[in-house]
Nanobody, 116 residues
Framework: QVQLVESGGGLVQPGGSLRLSCVASGSISSFKAMGWYRQAPGKERELVATRNTSGGNTNYADSVKGRFTMSRDNAKNTVYLQMNSLKPEDTAVYYC?????????WGQGTQVTVSS
């Protein structure tokens, strides 16, 4: 059983920054892919960033390109989402996602609110 625990959300003013963390219960090198999704009130969950752990590019949603950066620390079994130049429309619950074999796993989510 894989457990993913997100942290780092909060309230930030427009133009500000936050860094989200996702700690996995196992080695993230064993996962086929990891990523971040978000869900705003009344909207469907959408992809923010995703990357195959075997290498390759990180794919970002058009709405966050140039502002968000996904990275990882294998030694800490942690992936990060650095969010800069935040906008009110970035307000959502952010979820960490991991694929292991044929199964997908979700964290519990962390709330990000961008408001003045």
């Amino acid at each position: 059983q894989v457990q993913l625990v997100e942290s780092g959300g909060g309230l930030v003013q427009p133009g500000g920054s936050l860094r989200l963390s996702c700690v996995a219960s196992g080695s993230i090198s064993s996962f086929k892919a990891m990523g971040w999704y978000r869900q705003a009130p009344g909207k469907e969950r959408e992809l923010v960033a995703t990357r195959n752990t075997s290498g390759g590019n990180t794919n970002y949603a058009d709405s966050v390109k140039g502002r968000f950066t996904m990275s990882r620390d294998n030694a800490k079994n942690t992936v990060y989402l650095q969010m800069n130049s935040l906008k009110p429309e970035d307000t959502a619950v952010y979820y960490c996602y991991a694929e292991l074999g044929m199964y997908g796993y979700w964290g519990q989510g962390t709330q990000v609110t961008v408001s003045s």
